[in-house]
């Protein structure tokens, strides 16, 4: 007998069926509540609300596992770079062999920039901040291609595949370019006998008649960072991807949409805020000693310590840590940040006051202390997180697209507000 759940409202009993997914998720299908009851449910913030089906990542927090499309991240990270990774989060499969050289090369081909939106670059101020050059680059973007962007469903899911290389290219292009062009330094163009981070790197740090070559393991562990970012469910900035698609807006405008989204400090600033931290614990004259005996005591916040879905270890963290610690060995940077990161998550492994609590260091820990170890900026860091999700958001868009039915996202509320106002004098 399948499952129901039932809701009993006044003296009326309303029965509802149960959705398992391919995991043993359980979920209470409401669809019919508010046409049978007149109710709606109340879920701030969402966090008990499935908002769609989908076949793209799975998570489960209490456990410490991440799959996308059912492949464990561990050996993803493994095995699979992060144009392969980003092939399966888009289209579901790894490549083979053929495959891959050909999706290799279809964004390689498209890395340079049009020299309409190379000039665009001049009308930002200097100190514009990144993402917003990005977000509104990425929907300018579109204006060259309208027929990617027509915002007729079945015209755009025809040139998906060009759209999808197109943006996988050239959202690393903008961002390195948005760099440079912040630095006041010439622009690099990109080349196409180089890996993707490769690629992004020789972009933002080369220089005329002395191309800046990065090291093996800071290429590998770069594109560590974009696999362990390529998709993380129904996030803050992948819901609002999917939020814009089923307007029936193009793909162009609903990626947009999710670095804006992805561009607050709950969200994507998560790893910046770390660095912020290590930051004023140096100028403290702290070696993060007593910052941890003040975090014990609820004087202070641990950054990138903790996760809200993760209730164990985030998998991807363990992943990027030991990244990270074979990065600072070949660098052998003596940096005063680097040092304090390195006591706190010492102690957050062995103290038992983070076990206990399980304030493990998450990912965005060592993401920041990777990207600062590389030479990114700061600035930079939200920027990086947005090359590294942009297949989830692709494929995201795509699943909201290619739905036969689908809905446009409309969240129902509760008013709170004044009552029969009127502004009408007697």
Same mark, same amino acid.
Request: net charge negative.
């Given at each position: 007998?399948? /499952?129901?759940?039932?809701?009993?409202?006044?003296?009326?009993?309303?029965?509802? +069926?149960? $959705?398992?997914?391919?995991?043993?998720?359980?979920?209470?299908?409401?669809?019919?509540l508010r046409s049978d009851t007149g109710y709606i449910t109340y879920d701030d913030g969402f966090g008990n609300t499935g908002s769609c089906i989908s076949d793209i990542t799975f998570i489960d927090g209490e456990t410490g596992i991440l799959r996308y499309r059912g492949i464990p991240i /561990?050996?993803?990270?493994?095995?699979?770079?992060?144009?392969?990774?980003?092939?399966? =989060?888009?289209?579901?499969?790894?490549?083979?062999?053929?495959?891959?050289? /050909?999706? $290799?090369?279809?964004?390689?081909?498209?890395?340079?920039?049009?020299?309409?939106?190379?000039?665009?670059?001049?009308?930002?101020? +200097?100190?514009?901040? +990144?993402?917003?050059?990005?977000?509104?680059?990425?929907?300018?973007?579109?204006?060259?291609? +309208?027929?990617?962007?027509?915002?007729?469903?079945?015209?755009?899911? /025809?040139?998906?595949?060009?759209?999808?290389?197109?943006?996988?290219?050239?959202?690393?292009?903008?961002?390195?370019l948005t760099y440079r062009s912040e630095m006041g330094m010439p622009f690099v163009y990109p080349r196409t006998d180089l890996r993707y981070t490769e690629n992004f790197l020789h972009m933002m740090f080369s220089q005329p008649y002395n191309r800046y070559e990065p090291t093996e393991a800071v290429v590998d562990a770069l594109d560590l960072f974009l696999v362990l970012h390529?998709?993380?469910?129904?996030?803050?900035?992948?819901?609002? =991807?999917?939020?814009?698609?089923s307007g029936g807006a193009n793909l162009f405008a609903s990626v947009s949409a999710g670095v804006g989204a992805l561009w607050g400090p709950l969200h994507?600033?998560?790893?910046?805020?770390?660095?912020?931290?290590?930051?004023?614990?140096?100028?403290?004259?702290?070696?993060?000693?007593?910052?941890?005996?003040?975090?014990?005591?609820?004087?202070?916040?641990?950054?990138?310590?903790?996760?809200?879905?993760?209730?164990?270890?985030?998998?991807?963290?363990?992943?990027?840590?030991?990244a990270v610690r074979r990065v600072l060995r070949e660098l052998d940077q003596n940096d005063p940040l680097l040092n304090i990161a390195q006591r706190l998550e010492e102690a957050a492994l062995s103290d038992d006051y983070f076990i206990s609590r399980k304030l493990y260091p998450n990912v965005d820990f060592y993401s920041g202390l990777l990207l600062k170890a590389i030479g990114i900026p700061v600035e930079m860091f939200t920027v990086m997180f947005a090359i590294g999700r942009m297949p989830g958001w692709i494929a995201n868009w795509k699943e909201v697209a290619a739905a036969e039915k689908g809905r446009i996202y409309r969240p129902r509320q509760i008013y709170n507000g004044p009552v029969k106002r009127t502004m009408l004098k007697s």
């Open positions: 007998m399948d /499952e129901i759940a039932k809701i009993i409202i006044g003296d009326q009993t309303y029965s509802y +069926p149960v $959705i398992e997914g391919t995991e043993r998720e359980k979920a209470i299908d409401i669809r019919r /561990e050996e993803l990270a493994e095995h699979a770079d992060f144009l392969s990774v980003a092939h399966l =989060v888009i289209y579901g499969e790894l490549p083979d062999r053929d495959g891959y050289y /050909e999706w $290799i090369k279809n964004i390689r081909q498209r890395a340079p920039l049009h020299t309409g939106l190379m000039k665009m670059f001049e009308s930002y101020p +200097p100190n514009a901040h +990144p993402m917003a050059v990005l977000s509104s680059m990425l929907n300018s973007m579109g204006c060259y291609y +309208p027929q990617m962007t027509s915002n007729n469903r079945e015209h755009d899911l /025809e040139h998906f595949e060009d759209a999808a290389a197109l943006l996988i290219s050239k959202v690393r292009t903008i961002a390195a390529a998709d993380h469910e129904q996030n803050c900035s992948t819901s609002t =991807v999917r939020m814009v698609a994507g600033g998560a790893n910046t805020a770390v660095v912020r931290m290590l930051e004023s614990i140096h100028e403290r004259g702290d070696d993060g000693s007593r910052y941890i005996e003040a975090a014990k005591r609820g004087e202070e916040r641990l950054m990138g310590f903790g996760h809200r879905v993760y209730k164990n270890y985030d998998p991807r963290a363990k992943i990027l840590g030991n």
